[in-house]
T-cell receptor, first 113, second 114 residues
Protein backbone atom coordinates (compact mmCIF):
# COMPACT_ATOMS: atom_id res chain seq x y z
CA UNK A 1 0.00 0.00 0.00
CA UNK A 2 1.10 3.53 -0.65
CA UNK A 3 1.47 6.22 1.94
CA UNK A 4 1.69 9.92 1.14
CA UNK A 5 2.86 12.77 3.35
CA UNK A 6 2.13 16.37 2.51
CA UNK A 7 3.62 18.06 5.53
CA UNK A 8 2.53 21.57 4.56
CA UNK A 9 -1.07 21.95 5.67
CA UNK A 10 -1.48 25.56 4.56
CA UNK A 11 0.75 27.99 2.68
CA UNK A 12 0.19 31.68 2.03
CA UNK A 13 2.17 33.61 -0.56
CA UNK A 14 1.89 37.01 -2.12
CA UNK A 15 0.97 37.10 -5.77
CA UNK A 16 3.92 36.65 -8.15
CA UNK A 17 5.98 34.76 -5.60
CA UNK A 18 7.14 31.24 -6.42
CA UNK A 19 5.83 28.44 -4.21
CA UNK A 20 6.86 24.81 -3.82
CA UNK A 21 4.54 22.12 -2.51
CA UNK A 22 6.21 19.12 -0.93
CA UNK A 23 5.23 15.50 -1.29
CA UNK A 24 6.92 12.44 0.18
CA UNK A 25 5.56 8.99 -0.55
CA UNK A 26 6.15 5.41 0.49
CA UNK A 27 5.57 2.46 -1.79
CA UNK A 28 6.69 -1.12 -2.12
CA UNK A 29 5.96 -1.11 -5.82
CA UNK A 30 8.92 -1.01 -8.17
CA UNK A 31 6.95 0.80 -10.83
CA UNK A 32 4.34 3.41 -10.15
CA UNK A 33 2.93 6.73 -11.25
CA UNK A 34 2.76 10.01 -9.39
CA UNK A 35 0.08 12.63 -9.87
CA UNK A 36 -0.72 16.13 -8.70
CA UNK A 37 -4.34 17.27 -8.62
CA UNK A 38 -5.77 20.70 -7.83
CA UNK A 39 -9.05 21.25 -5.96
CA UNK A 40 -10.32 24.84 -6.31
CA UNK A 41 -13.08 26.16 -4.04
CA UNK A 42 -15.68 24.79 -6.45
CA UNK A 43 -14.72 21.30 -5.24
CA UNK A 44 -13.93 19.51 -8.49
CA UNK A 45 -10.45 17.97 -8.62
CA UNK A 46 -8.47 18.79 -11.74
CA UNK A 47 -5.47 16.85 -13.03
CA UNK A 48 -2.23 18.84 -13.20
CA UNK A 49 0.76 16.59 -13.82
CA UNK A 50 1.77 12.93 -14.02
CA UNK A 51 5.17 11.28 -13.78
CA UNK A 52 6.12 7.60 -13.99
CA UNK A 53 8.73 6.09 -11.72
CA UNK A 54 11.06 5.30 -14.61
CA UNK A 55 11.54 8.88 -15.62
CA UNK A 56 13.29 11.18 -13.18
CA UNK A 57 13.71 13.98 -15.64
CA UNK A 58 12.29 17.14 -14.20
CA UNK A 59 10.13 19.22 -16.45
CA UNK A 60 8.53 22.58 -16.79
CA UNK A 61 5.08 23.16 -18.20
CA UNK A 62 4.15 26.80 -18.30
CA UNK A 63 4.22 28.09 -14.74
CA UNK A 64 4.33 24.55 -13.32
CA UNK A 65 7.43 22.49 -12.72
CA UNK A 66 8.16 19.39 -10.71
CA UNK A 67 11.12 17.78 -9.05
CA UNK A 68 10.95 14.00 -8.82
CA UNK A 69 13.68 12.27 -6.83
CA UNK A 70 13.21 8.53 -6.54
CA UNK A 71 16.12 8.17 -4.10
CA UNK A 72 14.33 10.31 -1.52
CA UNK A 73 10.78 9.36 -2.57
CA UNK A 74 9.85 12.96 -3.15
CA UNK A 75 7.71 14.54 -5.84
CA UNK A 76 7.63 18.28 -5.26
CA UNK A 77 5.57 20.70 -7.31
CA UNK A 78 6.44 24.34 -7.97
CA UNK A 79 4.27 27.16 -9.21
CA UNK A 80 6.23 30.09 -10.61
CA UNK A 81 4.86 33.62 -10.40
CA UNK A 82 1.78 32.58 -8.46
CA UNK A 83 -1.61 34.07 -9.26
CA UNK A 84 -4.78 34.44 -7.23
CA UNK A 85 -6.41 31.75 -9.40
CA UNK A 86 -3.84 29.29 -8.07
CA UNK A 87 -5.53 29.42 -4.66
CA UNK A 88 -6.73 25.88 -4.06
CA UNK A 89 -5.96 22.63 -2.28
CA UNK A 90 -3.29 20.57 -4.00
CA UNK A 91 -3.12 16.80 -3.68
CA UNK A 92 -0.20 14.52 -4.37
CA UNK A 93 -1.31 11.02 -5.40
CA UNK A 94 0.85 7.98 -6.15
CA UNK A 95 -0.61 4.98 -7.98
CA UNK A 96 0.99 1.58 -7.82
CA UNK A 97 -0.16 -1.97 -7.52
CA UNK A 98 -3.91 -2.66 -7.71
CA UNK A 99 -4.20 0.55 -9.72
CA UNK A 100 -5.65 2.40 -6.75
CA UNK A 101 -4.71 6.00 -6.24
CA UNK A 102 -3.69 7.10 -2.75
CA UNK A 103 -4.34 10.76 -2.07
CA UNK A 104 -2.36 12.81 0.41
CA UNK A 105 -4.14 15.07 2.90
CA UNK A 106 -3.55 18.06 0.66
CA UNK A 107 -1.86 21.45 0.94
CA UNK A 108 -4.08 24.51 0.96
CA UNK A 109 -2.48 27.33 -0.99
CA UNK A 110 -3.66 30.89 -0.58
CA UNK A 111 -2.30 33.48 -2.97
CA UNK A 112 -2.77 36.98 -1.63
CA UNK A 113 -3.18 39.78 -4.17
CA UNK B 1 -19.20 19.02 -23.46
CA UNK B 2 -17.90 15.77 -22.07
CA UNK B 3 -17.65 15.38 -18.35
CA UNK B 4 -19.00 13.99 -15.14
CA UNK B 5 -22.24 15.17 -13.61
CA UNK B 6 -23.02 14.65 -9.96
CA UNK B 7 -26.39 15.42 -8.43
CA UNK B 8 -27.65 16.81 -6.24
CA UNK B 9 -25.07 19.36 -5.19
CA UNK B 10 -26.41 19.36 -1.61
CA UNK B 11 -28.27 16.54 0.12
CA UNK B 12 -29.72 16.12 3.57
CA UNK B 13 -30.36 12.79 5.22
CA UNK B 14 -32.72 12.04 8.07
CA UNK B 15 -32.03 9.45 10.72
CA UNK B 16 -32.51 5.92 9.39
CA UNK B 17 -32.90 7.04 5.81
CA UNK B 18 -31.10 5.74 2.75
CA UNK B 19 -30.07 8.34 0.18
CA UNK B 20 -28.69 7.94 -3.33
CA UNK B 21 -26.09 10.13 -4.98
CA UNK B 22 -26.10 10.26 -8.75
CA UNK B 23 -23.02 10.13 -10.99
CA UNK B 24 -23.24 10.21 -14.77
CA UNK B 25 -20.37 10.44 -17.29
CA UNK B 26 -20.39 10.93 -21.04
CA UNK B 27 -16.66 10.37 -21.52
CA UNK B 28 -17.11 6.72 -22.53
CA UNK B 29 -14.82 5.69 -19.67
CA UNK B 30 -14.74 2.11 -18.43
CA UNK B 31 -13.64 2.78 -14.85
CA UNK B 32 -15.57 4.78 -12.26
CA UNK B 33 -14.89 5.61 -8.62
CA UNK B 34 -16.52 7.03 -5.51
CA UNK B 35 -14.49 8.94 -2.93
CA UNK B 36 -15.32 10.47 0.40
CA UNK B 37 -13.59 13.66 1.57
CA UNK B 38 -13.70 14.87 5.17
CA UNK B 39 -12.39 18.29 6.24
CA UNK B 40 -8.60 18.42 6.32
CA UNK B 41 -8.29 14.93 4.92
CA UNK B 42 -7.47 13.44 1.59
CA UNK B 43 -9.84 11.42 -0.53
CA UNK B 44 -10.72 7.93 0.61
CA UNK B 45 -11.95 5.33 -1.85
CA UNK B 46 -15.42 3.92 -1.16
CA UNK B 47 -16.11 1.75 -4.23
CA UNK B 48 -14.75 1.39 -7.72
CA UNK B 49 -15.91 -0.24 -10.91
CA UNK B 50 -13.57 -1.43 -13.64
CA UNK B 51 -16.32 -2.24 -16.10
CA UNK B 52 -20.09 -2.47 -16.43
CA UNK B 53 -21.79 -4.96 -14.07
CA UNK B 54 -18.69 -5.20 -11.91
CA UNK B 55 -17.64 -3.26 -8.82
CA UNK B 56 -15.26 -3.69 -5.89
CA UNK B 57 -15.07 -2.40 -2.34
CA UNK B 58 -12.56 0.29 -1.62
CA UNK B 59 -11.03 1.22 1.71
CA UNK B 60 -14.21 2.44 3.46
CA UNK B 61 -17.15 0.56 1.86
CA UNK B 62 -19.10 -0.20 5.05
CA UNK B 63 -22.48 1.52 5.06
CA UNK B 64 -22.42 2.19 1.30
CA UNK B 65 -23.66 0.35 -1.77
CA UNK B 66 -23.31 0.90 -5.53
CA UNK B 67 -24.50 -0.46 -8.85
CA UNK B 68 -23.09 -0.30 -12.36
CA UNK B 69 -25.85 -1.34 -14.74
CA UNK B 70 -24.85 1.12 -17.44
CA UNK B 71 -21.43 2.28 -18.53
CA UNK B 72 -22.25 5.92 -17.98
CA UNK B 73 -23.87 5.62 -14.54
CA UNK B 74 -22.48 4.71 -11.11
CA UNK B 75 -24.91 5.69 -8.32
CA UNK B 76 -23.88 5.54 -4.67
CA UNK B 77 -26.37 4.75 -1.90
CA UNK B 78 -25.55 5.87 1.61
CA UNK B 79 -27.44 3.48 3.84
CA UNK B 80 -28.68 3.93 7.39
CA UNK B 81 -25.80 1.68 8.45
CA UNK B 82 -23.39 4.53 7.73
CA UNK B 83 -23.42 6.28 11.10
CA UNK B 84 -21.31 9.26 10.11
CA UNK B 85 -22.32 10.14 6.56
CA UNK B 86 -21.65 13.89 6.69
CA UNK B 87 -18.94 14.49 4.10
CA UNK B 88 -18.18 15.67 0.58
CA UNK B 89 -18.58 12.88 -1.98
CA UNK B 90 -16.71 12.88 -5.26
CA UNK B 91 -17.26 10.68 -8.27
CA UNK B 92 -14.52 10.12 -10.83
CA UNK B 93 -13.88 8.17 -13.98
CA UNK B 94 -10.88 7.10 -16.05
CA UNK B 95 -10.58 5.56 -19.50
CA UNK B 96 -9.41 2.22 -18.17
CA UNK B 97 -8.55 0.59 -14.87
CA UNK B 98 -4.86 1.31 -15.33
CA UNK B 99 -2.55 3.02 -12.88
CA UNK B 100 -1.30 5.58 -15.38
CA UNK B 101 -4.80 6.76 -16.16
CA UNK B 102 -5.79 10.26 -15.22
CA UNK B 103 -8.99 10.48 -13.21
CA UNK B 104 -11.67 13.01 -14.13
CA UNK B 105 -13.86 14.28 -11.32
CA UNK B 106 -17.35 15.60 -10.88
CA UNK B 107 -18.17 18.70 -8.85
CA UNK B 108 -19.20 16.67 -5.82
CA UNK B 109 -22.20 16.22 -3.54
CA UNK B 110 -22.17 17.58 -0.01
CA UNK B 111 -24.18 15.34 2.31
CA UNK B 112 -25.36 16.48 5.72
CA UNK B 113 -27.43 14.83 8.43
CA UNK B 114 -30.57 16.55 9.71
Amino acid sequence: AQKVTQAQTEISVVEKEDVTLDCVYETRDTTYYLFWYKQPPSGELVFLIRRNSFDEQNEISGRYSWNFQKSTSSFNFTITASQVVDSAVYFCAPTGGYQKVTFGTGTKLQVIP
Amino acid sequence: DGGITQSPKYLFRKEGQNVTLSCEQNLNHDAMYWYRQDPGQGLRLIYYSQIVNDFQKGDIAEGYSVSREKKESFPLTVTSAQKNPTAFYLCASSPLWERENIQYFGAGTRLSVL
